[in-house]
């Protein structure tokens, strides 16, 4: 590849891309180059369609495009078929030679292949119609569908690297300081500061070398945006940081990524490669004299690595614990250097910014919040996916507009959101405008946007159990607050769900809870206890029942559940017989079964299987 | 055959190389015990001195990078490696009861070793693939929409013994 050397040739390179390799051909989009496609069968979809339309010589006249994540999980692999942009769901190797005579050959619509909306129960042919797409403002994951990650000219086609070579050429580094504070964007990572003035802040810090990092040790559970992002799109992570480092003043770059992505960490380093047969990366940058390089490092599996100074010990090779922030990372981070951390997201967000401008981009969002944000819609939700919102959206269009509401008939009971040091948001707060400052009021956060949806079988004990045991597992032990803290509220809470406590575990959880946030040394102990006292706050009648009664409502908790058979809808079918695996069940075929409760561990097989309610959890 | 933990001439040349690949640069101690983690699937006791030595860092620090990380494991693993995603949407859509169901059937604990060395059971906190929660993972291979009544079927494929 010929380096690129200034502005014009970029443009000139743009053109060629386009007339070579865009012209007016009818093309299939097969949502194909993301973790989650390749586990629902992508691959196999891709090599059918090959065939085929090899098979009908039609290899030249039709292209096929695969791309990063479409956003709609719940339904891949997504085939669309352009130019009419006809979209078919979960389609499988079996699909293709259908799809190929009636779409493409003769322009028939394939209907048992089209998604069907599960509120209205109409039919969808277009992404347009889809109303999981309808209420979203897709500028940023948008930009997937047009790409093949592996390709670094589809990001050319589609003004990548424009904002760079302008930057580069016209506008100075403090200017474009300037034009991010002025959009207004903050982090994505969760913490919400604003970018503009950290930017400010590192290149006023005294000290050389400064770094620049793009955290992608994406640790919340529940949340695969970043991964999305860096799978599906590298390369506009890779503009925004370049951008960054030139307003600092930065020459070298790191992305500490997470172990278990490999398909993003095989993205991001083909995308950095072919970056710098460009001249994008390297030295002299777009002939302006600008030097940067990009280095991965993989994370090695420490949730609390996702701290920034954390993130910047272990980038040293040291333990990933932090230390306290007196002194700030901007000033004083990796090896001592001014360093610049922004999140994947926020880096994505940049040559948006700069290309269509900060007055463009701060009109998105609520006061506070601008722009748009990702979160990941998973859980108990019809339409499981990633969704790309303006800040500000009711936390109901979301879920129900969006997401399509909760399946099975089931009841909606809470959100979570901001991971585990975020909280659980209630049904009386489903009309809640989501931002950074409402999401905090209600005892919540942002977070780096997971957005994990629960129904009634969810009991809130244990997913306040869970979360502290989640951070107990994870906490570094620097400190004592979160290490012992930790430990006592995941013995209460134990207790809680076995029914061995009092009334006062209660007022004794809350009080553990305050002094934690109060005195542990990072973010990940100070906001540990919010999921318990989310709960707390909004749930204590579930609380009171496991106390007092002994009893779990949502029947999730073994110890306080007892399963039995109801005698009159058991048709006798034999099903949970076999399945279970203490010998507990036992009748005749034909006629009602019974459970011995002495046999019985309560691991639910019975439950899952029987296909007529029979089985009753109490 | 070798003695469990014990390495060979060419199990030193070959940490030797993986130490040059990073130049022999101490801040990248992390990157190298991941790839003496995939060559051996563990990091033996001799791998680790060896490294301290070479990279001019005390054992103990090399010790404590080695136990903090969860990539990391001191103790061999079996043949096949099954892993039980815990992340928040695979917790709320049943992933205990997948995780209890794969605890019976292999009769280990989570971190554990079956005693004929064929599986090894871990948790991870999320995959990010939550749209297919539950996820189970063997060796390289995911499977999702797991229940517990699909535990046996697949490992199954790993091993006659089910």
């Known amino acids: 590849m010929k380096k690129v050397k200034n502005p014009q040739e970029l443009e000139t390179l743009r053109k060629t891309i386009l007339q070579e390799k865009y012209s007016e051909k009818p093309c299939i989009i097969i949502s194909e180059k993301s973790t989650c496609c390749y586990l629902s069968g992508s691959r196999e979809v891709v090599e059918a369609f090959e065939e085929g339309l090899k098979n009908f010589d039609l290899q030249n006249q039709i292209d096929i495009k695969t791309t990063g994540c479409l956003g709609f999980c719940e339904i891949e692999p997504i085939v669309i078929i352009e130019p009419k942009g006809i979209v078919y769901q979960k389609v499988k190797r079996e699909d293709t030679l259908e799809i190929i005579t009636e779409t493409i050959l003769n322009d028939i619509i394939v209907e048992r292949l089209l998604y069907v909306e599960p509120v209205s129960g109409n039919k969808c042919k277009t992404e347009e119609s889809m109303p999981f797409y309808k209420k979203q403002s897709r500028f940023i994951l948008g930009n997937n569908r047009f790409i093949n990650p592996l390709e670094i000219n589809d990001y050319i086609a589609i003004n990548g690297y424009k904002a760079l070579a302008n930057v580069l050429y016209k506008i100075k580094p403090e200017d474009v300081i300037d034009e991010i504070k002025k959009s207004g964007l903050r982090g994505r990572g969760g913490g919400g500061f604003p970018t503009g003035k950290k930017w400010e802040y590192a290149r006023a810090a005294k000290g050389d070398p400064k770094y620049v990092i793009c955290n992608a040790d994406e640790g919340d559970p529940g949340a695969y945006m970043d991964r999305s992002l860096l799978e599906g799109n590298p390369h506009s992570v890779i503009e925004g940081m370049i951008i960054g480092a030139y307003a600092i003043g930065s020459h070298e770059g790191f992305v500490y990524v997470r172990n278990e992505y490999p398909l993003a960490v095989n993205h991001l380093q083909n995308a950095i490669k072919q970056a710098e047969e460009y001249g994008f990366l390297g030295k002299n940058i777009i002939g302006s004299g600008f030097d940067f390089t990009i280095k991965i490092s993989r994370g090695g599996g420490a949730f609390v690595c996702g701290e920034s100074t954390a993130l910047m010990a272990s980038l040293e090779g040291k333990p990933g614990e932090p230390r306290a922030k007196y002194i700030h990372t901007v000033e004083k981070g990796l090896w001592n250097k001014p360093t610049n951390l922004n999140n994947v997201e926020t880096w994505a967000n940049v040559p948006l910014i700069i290309n269509r401008g900060a007055d463009w981009y701060s009109k998105i969002g609520t006061d506070k919040s601008k722009g748009t944000k990702i979160f990941s819609l998973v859980g108990k939700i019809n339409n499981t996916g990633l969704v790309e919102v303006p800040m500000g959206i009711k936390l109901n269009e979301i879920i129900y507009d969006i997401g399509g509401g909760i399946p099975d008939g089931k009841k909606f009971k809470a959100v979570q959101t901001g991971g585990p040091s975020g909280g659980c948001i209630p049904e009386s707060l489903i009309n809640l405008p989501v931002d950074y400052e409402k999401l905090t009021l209600a005892g919540s956060m942002m977070g780096s946007g997971g957005m994990i949806v629960m129904d009634e079988e969810t009991c809130m004990v244990d997913v306040a159990k869970y979360f502290v045991n989640f951070l107990k597992e994870e906490s570094c032990g620097k400190c004592v607050p979160c290490r012992e803290g930790l430990e006592r509220m995941g013995e209460i809470l134990t207790d809680i769900t076995e029914g061995k406590s009092n009334d006062e575990d209660l007022e004794l959880l809350e009080e553990l809870g305050e002094v934690i946030k109060d005195t542990a040394l990072c973010a990940l102990g100070g906001t540990a206890p919010n999921p318990v006292l989310s709960t707390i706050k909004y749930f204590r009648d579930e609380y009171k029942a496991h106390i007092e009664d002994k009893r779990c409502p949502a029947g999730v908790c073994k110890a306080l559940i007892e399963y039995s058979i109801d005698l009159n809808k058991c048709t006798g079918c034999g099903l949970c017989l076999k399945q279970c695996p203490q010998d507990a069940i036992t009748g005749e075929k034909k006629k009602a079964y019974n459970i011995d409760p002495m046999k019985c561990i309560k691991c639910g097989a019975c439950y899952d299987v029987c296909k007529f309610d029979a089985i009753i959890k109490k | ?162």
């Open chain 2, 1 to 162: 055959m070798r003695k469990q933990g014990e390495l060979l001439p060419k199990d030193f040349r070959l940490l030797d190389a993986i130490i040059k690949k990073y130049e022999g640069k101490k801040e990248f101690l992390i990157c190298i015990l991941q790839d003496i983690q995939n060559v051996f699937e563990y990091l033996p006791r001799q791998a680790l001195i060896h490294v301290s030595e070479k990279l001019e860092i005390p054992l103990i620090q090399v010790y404590g990078v080695a136990t903090f990380f969860k990539a990391f494991s001191l103790t061999p693993k079996g043949g096949h490696t099954c892993t039980i995603c815990l992340g928040t949407a695979c917790h709320v859509r049943g992933a205990e009861k997948v995780l209890d169901k794969v605890k019976r059937s292999l009769d280990i604990e989570v971190g554990e070793t079956t005693k004929d060395m064929q599986f090894t059971l871990k948790t991870v906190n999320c995959l990010g693939a939550c749209a297919l929660g539950p996820m189970m993972v063997v060796d390289d291979d995911y499977h999702g929409h797991m229940s517990q009544n699909k535990v046996d079927e697949i490992l199954k494929k790993y091993s006659s013994r089910f």
